[in-house]
């Protein structure tokens, strides 16, 4: 019998999400850009902000119409106020249907605080600069974590893939076993 992996992964997404970055700032509007697949947008679609792990499409954070035209490509825009403060979750963007499927799912990324970020980064550049040795040490722990994030993310895109498809998956068997009563 296949791995339940190999059968999740042979299903693809109708929707694909164009360049997702690892971090986004939490004080910027964020545009998010996709790609329709093999599906046709329809009245109703959305692109929703989802925190990682979530069950259910009523447990997004926001979310934003999508515009209904003839185009393959198409980016909706998240008000900044609509964005995660403070928070060290993982989120991803999901394109909902009008019929609250999931059509399509983005890498996971983080919403992240710019002004913190770069007062951290500064104060651990400020005590590397007392000693070349320190900086060193710092550069190759950065490009070490750097890899190891990589490899970590490419490992959760799997998964999310596995578990988006086995969300599709359950949907239709439920729809099968709702049709058979």
């Known amino acids: 019998m296949d791995k339940l992996e190999d059968k999740?992964?042979?299903?693809?997404q109708l929707v694909e999400f164009i360049d997702i970055k690892a971090d986004y700032p939490d004080n910027q509007h964020l545009?998010?850009?996709?790609?329709?697949?093999?599906?046709?947008?329809?009245?109703?679609?959305?692109?929703?902000?989802?925190k990682l792990g979530w069950d259910t499409v009523k447990e997004y954070i926001a979310f934003e119409w999508v515009l209904v035209n003839n185009t393959r490509e198409n980016n909706v825009i998240f008000n900044q106020?609509?964005?995660?403060?403070?928070?060290?979750?993982?989120?991803?963007?999901?394109?909902?249907?009008?019929?609250?499927?999931?059509?399509?799912?983005?890498e996971p990324f983080h919403f992240i605080n710019p002004n913190m970020k770069l007062s951290t980064?500064?104060?651990?550049?400020?005590?590397?600069?007392?000693?070349?040795?320190?900086?060193?040490?710092?550069?190759?722990?950065?490009s070490s974590l750097k890899e190891e994030n990589k490899v970590f993310r490419n490992q959760l895109q799997i998964?999310?893939?596995?578990?988006?498809?086995?969300?599709?998956?359950?949907?239709?068997?439920?729809k099968e076993v709702n049709r058979l009563k």
Not at 8 to 12: D, V
Not at 122 to 139: G, K, M, P, T, V
Request: hydrophobic share 35%; net charge neutral; glycine share 4%.
């Open 8 to 12: 999740f992964s042979s299903i693809k």
């Open 31 to 50: 545009k998010c850009a996709f790609k329709l697949l093999n599906y046709k947008g329809q009245e109703g679609d959305r692109v929703a902000i989802y």
């Open 81 to 106: 106020s609509m964005l995660p403060k403070n928070s060290n979750d993982m989120f991803q963007l999901c394109y909902i249907s009008s019929k609250n499927e999931t059509c399509g799912v983005s």
């Open 121 to 142: 980064l500064d104060c651990l550049r400020s005590f590397s600069s007392d000693s070349d040795c320190l900086s060193l040490n710092y550069e190759r722990e950065m």
């Open 159 to 174: 998964l999310m893939n596995m578990v988006t498809s086995a969300q599709t998956l359950l949907c239709q068997q439920q």
